[in-house]
């Protein structure tokens, strides 16, 4: 453990934001704690998070008394250590101030983040353990983002990860009118995991990385320039000339980490969630919108809202990936011609995507109609059992491709027009696991 760091005059539970008035750098080896700013996704209210579309269908408070209980530093230096991870947790008079923030002031936001949990952190692990890095990282969206989906911070940073749009273009996520993958916690994850492993490789110590994960990873090249001995410099050796904000950046991101795991132990009470968790996604043939998928899939707008946040506008373009829960792709499936009857916009799609030919039948009087046409009809009322016929008839070649860096199961599936459900049926998959050079097969 690094020695303690002094910390001079800090005022009490964080009543201000900022503990500095201007941008200091300075080559006095103290610890100013004064000097640095709190993340913003501690700065969220409890009321505010509750309002957040993910969570205001999604959340309720958990069963249980909530109490402050505080301990002395030797029992929370004691808790750190065993935390098993490679991210080095020391408490100091900086670190100790964040956990105190925590477990007192914020303690109710606590509560909530621990229900958005449940959903997230899965998703958040999945892909850290593609790139074999600590799973600790998972909260790193806790002081981005008080685990919001769409959050967007003051210089315009935006999801779960809080990419800015260059960042997060650089690493594969797309932002237009309709969509803003930023917010897409599968395709941000994954972004973050692969951003995270870069800045490691550059940096060979998580303090840094982490650091520069905030501020960018050229101002921590810049503050161990002017320490002028980067070899064996961390974070706490070049406190001091990093930018305001990253100086509380992971002393928060240690006081989270220990939360999260001990909040029990401070009488806090998780809140209680009921977003699915089990979801899978499918491929949209053509755009459409929430509304319309709702209405066939027993499922509601808000609930479509909480699990795609990407989609800005409540429409999903054509080729682009929905998540459903896990029920609902049955439903999603057996009724897809009727879902995209009228466009995401209210118009009548061209004749190549018009409504469903079961649909124009049921209003038209019954002598009217071709007997061409009702064999027609016929044949589609019986799609799914059809279905299975033909899935026994086509035991023809099966086709395999290999995944490469980067690869996920949505872009396979996209790219040879089938589904992660079948993709998993046909490979055994759970979740969504799979390693460059593995085989998977599409048919």
């Known amino acids: 453990m690094k020695k303690k760091i002094v910390v001079t005059c800090f005022s009490i539970l964080f009543a201000s934001c900022c503990f500095a008035q201007d941008e200091v750098f300075t080559d006095d080896d103290s610890v100013k704690a004064e000097a640095f700013d709190m993340p913003e996704g501690m700065l969220i209210s409890e009321d505010e998070l509750m309002k957040d579309p993910s969570n205001i269908n999604n959340l309720s408070e958990g069963i249980g008394v909530n109490r402050v209980l505080s301990y002395d530093d030797s029992v929370l230096v004691s808790r750190l250590s065993r935390i098993p991870t490679t991210i080095e947790m020391p408490l100091n008079d900086v670190t100790r101030k964040f956990i105190d923030n925590y477990s007192t002031r914020m303690k109710g936001s606590v509560a909530i983040m621990l229900g958005s949990a449940n959903f997230y952190n899965p998703i958040f692990e999945e892909a850290l353990e593609r790139y074999g890095l600590p799973l600790e990282l998972r909260y790193l969206p806790v002081i981005e ?19 800015m749009i260059g960042t997060g273009k650089r690493y594969g996520l797309e932002v237009n009118t309709l969509v803003d993958e930023r917010r897409d916690p599968i395709k941000s994850s994954e972004a973050a995991a692969h951003y995270l492993s870069d800045l490691y490789d550059m940096f060979g110590d998580w303090g840094l990385a982490i650091a520069a994960y905030n501020c960018g990873e050229g101002n921590v090249q810049k503050a161990l320039t002017r320490s002028g001995n980067q070899e064996g410099a961390d974070f706490w050796s070049i406190y001091n000339r990093l930018p305001r904000e990253t100086r509380g950046y992971v002393p928060a991101f240690i006081a989270a980490t220990y939360i999260m795991n001990y909040y029990c132990e401070h009488g806090i009470v998780p809140h209680e969630a009921t977003l699915p968790l089990e979801s899978d996604t499918v491929v949209v043939s053509h755009e459409v919108s929430f509304a319309q998928i709702a209405s066939k899939c027993h499922v509601s707008v808000d609930e479509l809202r909480a699990i795609n946040p990407q989609y800005r506008k409540d429409i999903v373009p054509a080729d682009y990936t929905l998540r459903l829960p896990a029920g609902s792709i049955e439903d999603f499936i057996l009724y897809e011609d009727s879902i995209y009857g009228v466009n995401a916009r209210g ?10 030919i079961t649909e124009d039948v049921e209003s038209t009087p019954m002598e009217q109609i071709p007997a061409s046409t009702t064999r027609n009809v016929a044949a589609k009322n019986k799609k799914s059992s059809r279905s299975s016929r033909s899935s026994r008839s086509r035991k023809q070649q099966t086709r395999n491709v290999a995944v490469k860096s980067g690869d996920t199961l949505s872009a396979i599936a996209k790219k040879n027009g089938t589904t992660v459900a079948k993709l998993r049926q046909l490979n055994g998959i759970k979740g969504d696991m799979i390693r460059p050079g593995q085989k998977v097969r599409v048919k």
């Not at 008080?146 to 940073?157: D, E, F, I, V």
């Open 145 to 163: 983002s008080a685990l919001r989906p769409t959050a967007t911070s003051r210089a315009g940073a935006a999801g779960l990860w809080q990419f």
């Open 347 to 356: 118009g009548m799609l061209s004749s190549g995507t018009r409504r469903s």
